[in-house]
């Protein structure tokens, strides 16, 4: 099955660790992204990659860092300096010509303990 | 600054009459505007599109009305089934390079609640 894969679904971490999170696409997309969900806040764009080894920080990139060292796969990681990471996190791919239309993983829920 | 205005948090509708879910964007260089369905713990899922070259796009149940001069637009989801219940996202983007629309902004969503 074609998809995006997101792991881990839920995970805790304690003030000061850093975490990533996995996303990996078997779609054959080029473009991928990392949105946040906050409640009350949609969806906000942290970073995006339109191929590989080159990405754009979006709206709200501070505290966070990502790396695209393959097509398939689009690694988050959430710093220490990222003050407060706890959130919904989404993954989304997409071919990257085409206006918007994005395919998105089921997300990560990280809470900060 | 939120661009992509979705005014109603929430909407509640009996089954089988209309949806209408609103949309409003301040950015006038935004040119292509989609909907995404989001249940739950999972993330969203395309619904339907518009490009500012047309006001209106029909999907089955689902219609997207595009008003230009008032940077509106609407949803309208009929007949409302069950299934329907759901949040729905508004999102724009706009052409920056030959590459295409590079980013999707979203609204904050409005969560539509059909009552049987």
Not at chain 2, 37 to 63: M, V
Not at chain 2, 91 to 111: M, P
């Amino acid at each position: 099955d074609g998809g995006i894969t997101q792991s881990p679904k839920y995970l805790f971490r304690k003030e000061g660790q850093n975490v990533t999170l996995s996303c990996e696409q078997n779609l054959n997309h080029d473009a991928m992204y990392w949105y946040r969900q906050d409640p009350g806040q949609g969806l906000r764009l942290i970073y995006y990659s339109q191929i590989v080894n080159d990405f754009q920080k979006g709206d709200i990139a501070e505290g966070y860092s990502v790396s695209r060292e393959k097509k398939e796969s689009f690694p988050l990681t959430v710093t220490s300096a990222q003050k407060n990471p706890t959130a919904f996190y989404l993954c989304a791919s997409s071919i990257g010509v085409l206006p918007g239309e994005l395919f998105f993983g089921e997300g990560s829920r990280l809470t900060v303990l | 600054d939120q661009q992509v205005k979705q005014n109603s948090p929430s909407l509640s509708v009996q089954e089988g009459r209309i949806s209408i879910l609103n949309c409003d964007y301040t950015n006038s260089m935004f040119d292509y505007f989609l909907w995404y369905k989001k249940y739950p713990a999972e993330g969203p899922t395309f619904l339907i599109s518009i490009s500012s070259i047309k006001d209106k796009n029909e999907d089955g149940r689902f219609t997207v009305f595009l008003n230009k001069s008032a940077k509106h637009l609407s949803l309208h989801i009929v007949p409302s089934q069950p299934g329907d219940s759901a949040v729905y996202f508004c999102a724009a983007s706009a052409q920056v390079s030959n590459l295409g629309n590079e980013k999707l902004t979203f609204g904050t969503g409005t969560r539509l609640t059909i009552i049987p």
